[in-house]
């Protein structure tokens, strides 16, 4: 007979994030000797069909299509967001409020206002909150961040960060809520910037503290989502604006003294999910690509970089897995992040990234919105 605690969880959302999510919250007992076993009470999702499918799939005993209904249960603990941007901030207070321990997926919110609110409620709240950076928890950046701390760097020079995709290079592919401001609060900015802001801040310990920025909308109008089309809708209905940044480049100065340039498109044709990072310091640098994620680059200056294969014991998270050499994957930074989720609240610790942290971030990209928008720094080259 266990003598863990149980814990009920409830999760909004079953997209790609509610997978992953999900598949994080089934394996994290398995794999982490944890003082809380996780019970995946209830699912939510606006679809009664889609949400009962979803928790069949997913492993979730029940389902409710009203998220307020979702935290007022007795049997829901924690609140896991993974719902659009656009609801994390009524969703999280109302959570909040309720006593309930929260995790909410990135960006925060899609507003500093909104980011704000949420900050002041888990100050007030005695529940818990996390903000779902999974980045924090690949084994290499989390080896990184103890490089820094170790002051095997030095002092920071210049941070390379950007995040490459190209899942929206073809013009026909269709308006989803992430082209759209409304819901996603701002395009590649706002979903893969903000994870390189955060994993910069993380890495270095240090803040963004001003940024000069360039947005650009590559396709401006995209066909409409079929179900959103309406039946016989010619061409020229079914179709509808981009209202956010297909890509997003800003430099900016670290707390520290050192220089920052950060990329986020979703048009870097070829590149998948390329999250790419580069600290260069007075005394090492180190160097980090997703799509290798179990490999950390380091060079203490003499003879160039050495490949680290981050798949020791001794690695961060490491050791719960597999025999050194196995390498893990994305699902693997969201089982973690929910394992220290879990003993912090457990402990009763705060977890991290906190909401402030979230703040944090968000500032950063509002501060890119408004460098762009206005091109204060920008100057034309003269022919
Ligand atoms: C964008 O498509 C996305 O799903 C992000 O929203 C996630 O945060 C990132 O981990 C993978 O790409």
Redesign the pocket.
Known sequence: MSDKTGIGVGMIGYA??GR?HSQAWRSVGAFFDLPLAPRMAVIAGRSKEQTEAAAAQLGWADVETDWRELIKRDDVQIVDICTPGDSHADIAIAALQAGKHVIC??PLANTVAEAEAMVRAAAAAPGKSMV?F??RRVPAIALARRYVEEGRIGEIRHVRAA?L?D?IVDPEFPLVW?LQKDKAGSGALG??G??IVDAAQFITGENVVGVSALTETFIKERPLAAESAGLGASRAESTGQVTVDDAALFIGRLSGGGLASFEAT?FAYGRK?A?RIEIFGSRGSLAFDFEAMNELWFSSGGGGFERILVTEPDHPYVGAWWPPGHGLG?EHTFTHEIKDFLEAVATGADPSPSFADGLRVQRVLEAVEQSAADGSRYTNVED
């Open positions: 790609f994030m992953v997926e990135k779902a999974n980045y995040y995709q899942w992430r979903d893969i903000a994870h979703r999910n999250m994305y």
